[in-house]
């Protein structure tokens, strides 16, 4: 159980353009999803929080107009980079948790690279 | 505020020996603690937590976890290490309270040797 796809896993694009990125909780349903940037040899960073239904809350440094966060189900939230730029490309990790008691679980990540 | 720290870069067993990933942790109250696992160009797997109830915590794989408040520790073990078990791991931990956000340690790679 607690199953968490995130799609695509890899994406090469031009500098310019936007991505978007879906996590999808698939057999439980996700009151909280969770944006997560990670670099080489490096922990996570959060960028941002979602509640279903309402607006994300972003991290200090983390542009919201450039990441833009949409969790309109209790099963779906997309990240989308937009105008994306070298400096963008990272591994990107969602999560998703249903309640405030249980851990989150983590999608296999989205390898974006920006040329 | 919260925080956790993984004072190991780098764990190095040989395969069969026993295995230890430290954590220590602080927060303003009781914690919530997690491990989680990470293999190459992939998410993070949940191992286990801790809530509440029993110190030991068993969890995913034969891994389990002691919860020391004395010493604020959370350090992960396997009494017996698997090649298969080489990977890197993370220890979070948020307050059990009002602060929701879950903050991760560095990361520990763990590396068994044949």
């Known amino acids: 159980g607690a199953v968490v796809s995130q799609h695509p896993s890899w994406v090469i694009c031009k500098s310019g353009t936007s991505v978007k990125i879906e996590c999808r909780s698939l057999?439980?349903?996700?009151?909280?999803m969770f944006w997560y940037r990670q670099f080489p040899k490096q922990s996570l960073m959060l960028m941002a929080t979602?509640?279903?239904?309402?607006?994300?809350?972003?991290e200090q440094g983390v542009e919201k107009d450039k990441f833009l966060i949409n969790h309109a189900s209790l099963t779906l939230s997309t990240l989308t980079v937009t105008s994306a730029h070298p400096e963008d490309s990272s591994f990107y990790i969602c999560?998703?948790?249903?309640?405030?008691?249980?851990?989150?679980?983590f999608g296999d990540g989205t390898r974006l690279s920006i040329l | 505020a919260q925080s956790v720290a993984q004072p190991e870069d780098q764990v190095n067993v040989a395969e069969g020996n026993p295995l230890t990933v430290k954590c220590t942790y602080s927060?303003?109250?009781?914690?919530?603690l997690f491990w989680y696992v990470q293999y190459p160009n992939r998410g993070l797997q949940f191992l286990l937590k801790y809530i509440t109830g029993d110190n030991l915590v068993k969890g995913s794989y034969g891994f389990e976890a002691e919860f020391n408040k004395s010493q604020t520790s959370f350090h992960l073990k396997k009494p017996s290490a698997l090649v298969s078990d080489s990977a890197l791991y993370f220890c979070?931990?948020?307050?059990?309270?009002?602060?929701?956000?879950?903050?991760f340690g560095t990361g520990t790679k763990l590396q068994v040797i044949p």
């Open positions: 927060v303003s109250g009781n914690p919530y």
């Open positions: 057999d439980f349903q996700a009151t909280t």
């Open positions: 999560s998703a948790k249903s309640d405030s008691n249980q851990p989150q679980h």
């Open positions: 979070a931990v948020r307050d059990s309270g009002g602060y929701q956000k879950v903050t």
């Open positions: 979602s509640n279903e239904g309402s607006k994300a809350t972003y």
